[in-house]
Structures are given as structure tokens and as C-alpha cells.
């Protein structure tokens, strides 16, 4: 069983930054795929980034060149850096935790992201 918990949330302006991480328990970190997600009020939730365990990374097209997941097996830890928050970032960002060939998916309980005009 991993447990995820998110932090780094709040209010931001148009063209802030934010940093938010997520804190993985258990000893299996290191073999898991690490994605941030978001739901926006009204919204599907949708695919931010993920970082695959061997360090390959994707983003959604909004997001490329403004935000860089990263991870720390050290220390289970995967961030989400965001630059350039938009308005339209606004929303509950979710970490994930996956590894389908094991059938493990987990998910935080979420933290808010609040970008102001």
C-alpha cells in the first residue's frame, strides 16, 4: 500500500510560481510512475506531467515549457515546479502513483491551486 500527500497549494498571481511536492510512503517509490494531474471546477480531471521511474517525462501541451516534474527517490518525493501560472491553471492538482504490469494506481487527496488575474 502507498500512501501519497500532496503540499504547496494556494493563491497565486497571473505569472507567479509554485512549487508543489508529494510524499510517497513505502519502500517501492522508485519502481513507480509519478504523474500530476487536475481538475478545474466543471472539468475532467486531466494528465499534467508524469516522470516514469527511469526519469522520462511528458506534459501536457498547456503546461510544456511553464512547469518541470521532477522526482527524489531519496526521499519518495515527486515535485511539480510551475512558472508562468496562468489563470486558467486554477484548480485541484492530484498526485498519482502507477505501475499497471503490478496493478498498483494511487492517488493523493489533492491540493488546491488558485492562480488570480
Known amino acids: 500500500q502507498v500512501q501519497l500527500v500532496e503540499s504547496g497549494g494556494g493563491l497565486v498571481q497571473a505569472g507567479g510560481s509554485l512549487r508543489l511536492s508529494c510524499a510517497a510512503s513505502?519502500?517501492?517509490?522508485?519502481?513507480?510512475?509519478m504523474g500530476w494531474h487536475r481538475q478545474a471546477p466543471g472539468k475532467e480531471r486531466e494528465l499534467v506531467a508524469i516522470i516514469t521511474s527511469g526519469g522520462r517525462r511528458n506534459y501536457a501541451d498547456s503546461v510544456k515549457d511553464r512547469f518541470t516534474i521532477s522526482r527524489d527517490n531519496a526521499k519518495n518525493t515527486v515535485y511539480l515546479q510551475m512558472n508562468s501560472l496562468k489563470p486558467e491553471d486554477t484548480a485541484v492538482y492530484y498526485c498519482?502513483?502507477?505501475?499497471?504490469?503490478?496493478?498498483?494506481?494511487?492517488w493523493g487527496p489533492g491540493t488546491q491551486v488558485t492562480v488570480s488575474s
Open positions: 498519482n502513483a502507477a505501475k499497471e504490469d503490478y496493478g498498483l494506481d494511487y
Open positions: 513505502g519502500s517501492i517509490f522508485s519502481i513507480l510512475h
